[in-house]
């Protein structure tokens, strides 16, 4: 039987109230609860805390892996270890596809490894997440964009004389916006430098023609991208090879290029045709001088006449006199040369990677005989004053 909470005593089952105090046993049934045991909070406030704990271990450690995975990968490409990157960022972004970080990684990575069409898809994802408002986003496709700008040009110098390559790679890379245009000009030029190399003289098998007519792009700008530009870093590198057909490519497709080829090309024109005339009038002034004959034969000297001694051409170099065809006892030469060495020697197998200018080679002379005749070999007319 349940007792009074007031003085203990037995109750009736079926009394509502206490027949000894008269206290109401509703008012009895509505006490305040008991406080729970002290042990009780105490194991509450420790599991609290330990589950608290167990989440943020396993969220830094998850966070961890993924960001020891984009610093290795990170650090393979400042290496260019490409493949191993690859191998670190592609199953973490298959997890994230979203993440600017990866994508930038990836695209970086992708691009420098020649994977046109992963490099161009991870670029385009970044660009989705940039215009739904990311600013991480917006940064990595201004980074990413200055990578690929740099490394088109790269990418280019694997293709070979013509139009399909090119015409392949510009279509797919200009789609990632006009930002992308100034590269793949310079891309451009890599490729005419084939042609150049391969003395290909068909127009319209260049990158250039086709950019211009297929494209629709601007001829100025083409050819000072494709040839003028090149020509003028040669002429700057003293690298005469490849400047003739430069200049005939740049004339052939955009005529009006003749004035920039004529500023990029007039200092050297007028030092070849400086030096090639006093060549001449060194020459003329030998064979005509009555001391170096001896009756009708020429007698001229094993060493460098007064005529020519302390002649320099228009590079500041002293000409090169050499005596040619002795007589029996080595007193009298019957013929010289009078050359000039120009800017530097030309290739040869004491120097094989010096650069020349375009004046190595032409000299003056005379040959043997009764009358000694002027031979003045004339440079190429590409290379005289007009």
């Not at 989440?55 to 270890?81: C, D, M, P, Q």
């Not at 120009?342 to 003056?364: D, F, H, I």
Request: hydrophobic letters at 35%; one cysteine or more.
């Amino acid at each position: 039987m349940p007792r009074c909470k007031s003085c203990d005593q037995l109750l009736a089952e079926d009394s509502p109230f206490c027949q000894y105090c008269g206290n109401s046993r509703i008012v009895e049934s509505l006490t305040t609860p008991r406080k729970p045991p002290e042990w009780l909070d105490r194991a509450l406030s420790v599991a609290t805390i330990v589950l608290g704990l167990w989440l943020l271990v396993t969220i830094g450690i998850a966070f961890l892996r993924e960001a020891k995975a984009l610093r290795r990968a990170r650090a393979a490409i400042e290496t260019n270890n490409l493949s191993q990157a690859n191998s670190w960022i592609e199953p973490w972004l298959a997890r994230h596809p979203n993440h600017p970080e990866a994508l930038f990684l990836a695209g970086n990575a992708a691009i420098k490894l020649g994977f046109s069409k992963d490099a161009i898809q991870h670029f385009q994802t970044l660009s989705t997440l940039r215009d739904s408002g990311s600013k991480r986003a917006a940064e990595r496709v201004n980074k990413l964009t200055s990578i690929f700008q740099k490394q088109l040009p790269i990418n280019s110098l694997r293709f070979q004389c013509g139009q399909s390559q090119y015409a392949d790679f510009y279509n797919t890379f200009i789609e990632l916006g006009p930002e992308m245009e100034d590269a793949l000009l310079d891309s451009a030029a890599n490729v005419a430098s084939k042609c150049i190399t391969l003395a290909d003289r068909r127009r319209k098998n260049e990158p250039a023609y086709w950019l211009i007519k297929e494209k629709g792009l601007d001829p100025a700008r083409v050819v000072s991208f494709v040839y003028l530009r090149p020509l003028e870093n040669a002429m700057a590198k003293k690298n005469y090879d490849p400047v003739e057909e430069l200049a005939a490519q740049a004339l052939a497709q955009w005529p009006e290029s003749s004035t920039r080829v004529h500023e990029a090309l007039s200092e050297i024109r007028g030092q070849v045709t400086l030096t090639t005339q006093k060549i001449r009038d060194l020459c003329t002034s030998l064979t005509q001088s009555k001391s170096y004959y001896n009756g009708r034969l020429a007698c001229f000297p094993k060493s460098t006449p007064e005529e020519v001694a302390g002649q320099i051409d228009a590079w500041g170099h002293p000409f090169v006199y050499t005596a040619q065809e002795p007589d029996e006892d080595s007193k009298c030469y019957r013929g010289f040369e009078i050359a000039s060495l120009g800017v530097e020697l030309k290739r040869n197998q004491s120097s094989p990677n010096a650069t020349y200018n375009p004046q190595m080679g032409v000299a003056c002379g005379s040959a043997g005989g009764r009358r000694p005749r002027l031979v003045s070999p004339i440079p190429n007319n590409f290379w005289l004053a007009e």
